[in-house]
């Protein structure tokens, strides 16, 4: 009787389990249907060969009210692909047999590495992804531009020339050895990765122009968030206390700043004798650093016709003294795209560091500012951090700038237009020249003008403050 009652379960059993599966048969639309797609085509910006891109995604749906059977998702060109996918958790070109519930969605994401090659200009990689539901089949293109690149990867750098036949891609970081020159030449284009500086223990001389700008920035040119300009995404040029002499003309250093500056110049410079600097910039901008724009300790920079704006901190910030010559220059940050403008003035001009709670670093501080706009959000954009332990010597004429406090007695003043609106011509374009009603026209001091200005236009005998003419 046992043996009866166990048999007859058996069969109840396998009778259950097949009425089940005929009904998830039935659940399954084995015939038309209807998918779609998050996307009509996956683009992927420029990817320089042999590094990876970022990761994309889109969703296959199931608009229909039962369960579906995709056949297959596989890429169209398969092991030769240039593309590599995932699909919902697994890493294949080609997959089989992937059901989809009712009006749910699977994920399929996609990357790509493109191999090098003998082209100069960017080229188009392409390839589609091929779905296939009850036979009919369906796709969606992958697109992207793959460019060659010179990779400077974890390198020390000897005395050398980079030409604008290639761009230069800089991994993990670069150094310009002590003694050494890195000269770069018009229009190079340099793309900086992730956390990495280009350091410099010698010298760097960099000859851009109006036309061919050289244009240092981050690498990552496929990402689609706030188009192209996202502050932080590496860290800068970094000075070291060997460099001697520095040129930059015409450079664009853009979305720095990550650890600390875009521009970031170490202490010491012993030639505060002459008029030698270690650091010459002319006609160069620097914008969306998440740090520091410039930051600079106990050291000689000379700035003429330079651009700072957007910058996380202070557009331009020297600490422990040194020695300072900027004239026609606009520093200016409101915030927004990443930038908190909050409790960090456009400029800091301190004669000390301060080491700990208690103690700090004194340093004879030496500024020549002339023709400059400092101006941004805050009620005051210029300061003056000072102690007496060294030498606070601040000269600053036919400026302007913007403060809700006194000048301090130990700061030299002349000429300079305090808490007036630049106005700009259209700062939401990055537009930082300035409008003909703006007090900033014919307010410069004529004996300290330059030829030109920072897009070489020529300046009048009535000068306007500011770098653009």
């Given at each position: 009787m046992k043996r009866f009652i166990v048999l007859i379960s058996c069969v109840l059993g396998v009778v259950l389990l097949f009425q089940l599966s005929s009904c998830k048969k039935d659940r399954l639309l084995t015939e038309g249907g209807r998918i779609g797609f998050s996307t009509d085509t996956l683009y992927f910006d420029t990817v320089f060969t042999t590094m990876g891109s970022v990761t994309k995604e889109f969703k296959i749906y199931n608009r229909n009210d039962r369960s579906i059977n995709l056949s297959s998702i596989r890429l169209e060109k398969g092991s030769s692909s240039f593309f590599r996918l995932n699909v919902d958790g697994v890493a294949t070109n080609d997959i089989s047999d992937i059901e989809i519930a009712p009006n749910d969605s699977v994920y399929v994401f996609a990357a790509v590495t493109v191999d090098p090659n003998l082209e100069t200009t960017p080229f188009v990689i392409d390839d589609k992804v091929l779905v296939v539901l009850n036979g009919e089949n369906y796709e969606v293109p992958f697109q992207a531009y793959g460019q060659n690149a010179h990779i400077i990867r974890d390198s020390v750098l000897t005395t050398q020339t980079w030409v604008n036949d290639l761009p230069y891609v800089i991994i993990n970081s670069a150094l310009v050895d002590s003694a050494n020159t890195l000269t770069i030449?018009?229009?190079?284009?340099?793309?900086?990765?992730?956390?990495?500086?280009?350091?410099?223990?010698?010298?760097?001389?960099?000859?851009?122009?109006?036309?061919d700008s050289i244009v240092f920035q981050g690498d990552r040119?496929?990402?689609?968030?706030?188009?192209?300009?996202?502050?932080?995404?590496?860290?800068?040029?970094?000075?070291?206390?060997?460099?001697?002499?520095?040129?930059?003309?015409?450079?664009?250093?853009?979305?720095?700043?990550?650890?600390?500056?875009?521009?970031?110049?170490?202490?010491?410079?012993?030639?505060?004798?002459?008029?030698?600097?270690?650091?010459?910039?002319?006609?160069?901008?620097?914008?969306?650093?998440?740090?520091?724009?410039?930051?600079?300790?106990?050291?000689?920079?000379?700035?003429?016709?330079?651009?700072?704006?957007?910058?996380?901190?202070?557009?331009?910030?020297?600490?422990?003294?040194?020695?300072?010559?900027?004239?026609?220059?606009?520093?200016?940050?409101?915030?927004?795209?990443?930038?908190?403008?909050?409790?960090?003035?456009?400029?800091?001009?301190?004669?000390?560091?301060?080491?700990?709670?208690?103690?700090?670093?004194?340093?004879?501080?030496?500024?020549?500012?002339?023709?400059?706009?400092?101006?941004?959000s805050q009620e005051t954009e210029l300061v003056f951090p000072q102690v007496d332990a060294a030498n606070y010597d601040v000269n600053i004429r036919?400026?302007?700038?913007?403060?809700?406090?006194?000048?301090?007695?130990?700061?030299?003043?002349?000429?300079?237009?305090?808490?007036?609106?630049?106005?700009?011509?259209?700062?939401?374009?990055?537009?930082?020249?300035?409008?003909?009603?703006?007090?900033?026209?014919?307010?410069?001091?004529?004996?300290?003008?330059?030829?030109?200005?920072?897009?070489?236009?020529?300046?009048?005998?009535?000068?306007?403050?500011?770098?653009?003419?």
């Open positions: 030449q018009k229009g190079c284009r340099i793309y900086m990765h992730a956390n990495s500086k280009l350091f410099v223990g010698g010298t760097l001389n960099c000859f851009g122009t109006k036309e040119l496929d990402r689609d968030y706030f188009g192209q300009d996202f502050p932080g995404e590496w860290r800068g040029l970094h000075f070291l206390s060997s460099s001697m002499m520095s040129n930059l003309n015409h450079v664009i250093i853009k979305n720095g700043g990550a650890s600390d500056a875009s521009v970031y110049a170490q202490p010491p410079w012993v030639e505060f004798s002459n008029n030698r600097y270690m650091l010459e910039m002319n006609k160069c901008k620097i914008y969306n650093s998440l740090g520091f724009g410039v930051l600079a300790f106990q050291t000689a920079i000379n700035m003429t016709n330079c651009l700072v704006y957007q910058c996380g901190k202070q557009n331009f910030a020297c600490l422990q003294g040194g020695r300072y010559k900027i004239n026609y220059c606009t520093f200016s940050t409101y915030g927004g795209n990443g930038i908190a403008h909050i409790n960090e003035p456009v400029m800091a001009l301190w004669n000390y560091l301060r080491v700990s709670p208690t103690e700090l670093v004194a340093g004879d501080l030496k500024v020549e500012m002339n023709n400059t706009i400092i101006y941004g036919n400026c302007l700038f913007r403060t809700k406090d006194a000048i301090p007695s130990y700061v030299r003043t002349g000429n300079n237009i305090l808490n007036q609106n630049p106005q700009f011509e259209d700062r939401l374009e990055e537009d930082y020249s300035v409008k003909d009603s703006s007090p900033c026209k014919g307010a410069a001091d004529p004996l300290a003008a330059f030829i030109d200005d920072i897009i070489d236009n020529n300046r009048s005998a009535t000068p306007t403050i500011g770098c653009y003419e």
